[in-house]
C-alpha cells in the first residue's frame, strides 16, 4: 500500500515554473514520497509559510522541493536540482536510515 498525502494542487503557475527546472510533477510526487524525503528549511514569504524539503526521485535525481500548505492541499511552488550541501545532507541521513517517518 503507498503512503497517504496530502493532494497537490497544480496549476499552469507552479507547472511552468517546474518547467523552466526540467522538472515534472511526477518527479515532484516522487521526491515528496520518498521516505527519506528530509526538511531542510522553513520560511515566511508574503505572509505564507514556505517549506524546503529534499527528496528522491524514482531514477535518483535528488531534489529541493519548495511547497506552502493551504486548507490541507500542498501547493508545490517549485523545485530543482539539490544543491551540493543539501545533497550531502541528504545523502548523509539516507545512510544512517533516518526516514522522515517517526
Known sequence: MSPQVAPF???DANLNHLARHHVTKQEVTEAFLD???RHV???LRNGEIR???VGQTESGRILTMVFTVRKWIIRPVTAYDAPKKRV???VARRSNGQT???
Open 9 to 11: 494542487d497544480w496549476d
Open 35 to 37: 521516505p527519506f524525503c
Open 41 to 43: 528549511s522553513r520560511n
Open 51 to 53: 517549506y524546503e524539503v
Open 88 to 90: 550531502a545532507y541528504y
Open 100 to 102: 522522515s517517518t517517526p
